[in-house]
């Protein structure tokens, strides 16, 4: 019976610690499993929903753009009327317009939002994509007495990115610098580069975002803005994030925003 002593000890301790252990696992593992199942099928439906929501946008702007020429014909019609009445169906007209673009900005917006992309890799040097969109975007800036300053590294090796889907990111980016400094100022545009990332910092000397709402600011319709439709900076986080690369800001109400970009130098998607 004493020689028995040893494994009837052994057959205990197996049975009170490992089958517990074994059972938990199971569970975990089960409960891991309906987790993903349930992530999946989340991912599909909201794939799903995104793609019934941009067909839809996409159905709204056809009918849109026949109101607006249409208007156009009547508000031609309507040029050189003399009398009041005349006047009055003119300028409702222009209204109806205005209201319209604005429809169609949403719209754009929506779609640029919603749309699934697949990236187009190409190596580009990001200096240069910098270029084509602050090229773009100067005369506007001229006009609304916005210096623009750069300062490029101009060492940085090729970066594995679509550039269109990048030039879109910035350009969101740079457009709510421009809207932040209403009556002029600094848009500085920086390129660095470290062992693994490229870095763009694009700061503003702007009116700055208060500290209550900086958590909000990546937030889909979060907007401070009469005419904002708040999908920038989500379409934006959501580019740069396809890319692998990350954005964070930095801000001071009353003297300015610094938006920093990091995409990777090589980027490899899975
Ligand atoms: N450079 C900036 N300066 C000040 N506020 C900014 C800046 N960039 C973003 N914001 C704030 O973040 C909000 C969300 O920006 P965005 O997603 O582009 O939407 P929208 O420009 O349509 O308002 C803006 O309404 C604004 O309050
Ligand atoms: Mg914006």
Request: aromatic fraction near 6%; include cysteine; glycine fraction near 6%.
């Amino acid at each position: 019976m004493k020689d028995l002593i040893p494994y009837l000890t052994g057959a205990i301790a197996f049975i009170v610690i490992f089958i517990p252990v074994f059972f938990f696992s199971i569970r975990r593992a089960s409960y891991k499993a309906r987790e993903l199942e349930k992530r999946a099928m989340n991912a599909e439906r909201l794939a799903f929903v995104g793609t019934l929501a941009g067909g839809l946008a996409h159905e709204i702007k056809n009918p849109l753009s026949t109101i607006n020429i249409n208007l156009q014909l009547l508000k031609e019609d309507m040029q050189n009327a003399a009398d009041e009445t005349g006047k009055r169906i003119y300028s409702k007209i222009h209204l109806l317009q205005k209201e319209i673009q604005r429809l169609d900005e949403i719209l754009n917006d929506f779609l640029r939002f919603a749309r699934e992309q697949k990236l187009e890799l190409k190596g580009c040097d990001i200096n240069e994509v910098l270029d084509d969109v602050v090229d773009f975007i100067t005369p506007e800036m001229r006009q609304k007495k916005i210096l623009i300053l750069k300062s490029y590294d101009t060492s940085l090796p090729t970066c594995e990115i679509d550039a269109n889907l990048i030039k879109q990111a910035l350009l969101n980016v740079i457009i709510n610098a421009e809207q932040a400094m209403e009556h002029g100022g600094e848009l500085m545009i920086h390129t660095s580069r470290n062992k693994k990332h490229i870095q763009i910092d694009i700061t503003d000397t702007g009116c700055g975002i208060p500290k209550n709402i900086t958590h909000k600011i990546f937030q889909v319709y979060f907007s401070t803005k009469k005419t904002g439709t708040g999908l920038g900076l989500p379409t934006t986080k959501r580019l740069i994030e396809e890319h692998k690369g990350t954005i964070s800001v930095q801000s001071e109400k009353g003297k300015g925003t610094n938006v920093c970009i990091k995409l990777p130098i090589n980027l490899t998607l899975n």
